[in-house]
């Protein structure tokens, strides 16, 4: 089965999403909206179709830029003290979708949708925060590398992202 990826929309149902991870369906409930309305977070959703409003995966991604000197030579590039990139800040699927390789889907959609704004408005990195080692070993699966200084905290070249994901 696939699914529509789409904006999150006032219409949209957040009430019946559970990820069993309740920090990211508070903020999908809570959050997700004012970002979207702040232009601080553009949060991205999955339905069934275009005409469906229960929300069964989404992610979220915001600008951010990183100090030079939490990234190896080969993360960082350029000259610049600060690096620029896009926080992949969620990404996340209801429990009915878990275990049956979505992730990777989802992973992939964000990416795509991240090297476009990339090409816009340039960044360097995609930038994850994982909530736990099992995100962590997730992300690395996918070519994320961790950065020097923070733990959890992983990155990828969006040239990595162009070739290794088969996006851009």
Known sequence: ??????????????????????SL??????EARRAEKAYTARTHVWTD????????AYFAFAPTAIARDELSSGQAGGQSSMVPGFLLGRLALDKSLQG???GADLLVDAIGKLVGAAEVSA????VVDAIDEKAADFYRKYHFTPVKLT????VMKMATARSAMGVG
Request: glycine share 4%; net charge negative; hydrophobic share 30%.
């Open 100 to 102: 049956q390789g979505f």
């Open 1 to 22: 089965m696939t699914y529509h990826s789409t904006r999150l929309r006032d219409e949209h149902d957040l009430e019946a999403f559970d990820c069993e991870v309740e």
């Open 25 to 30: 369906n508070t903020w999908l409930r809570n």
């Open 151 to 154: 733990p959890n905290r992983l």
């Open 49 to 56: 179709d275009p005409d469906s409003v229960e929300v069964r």
């Open 123 to 126: 960044g360097r990195l995609i």
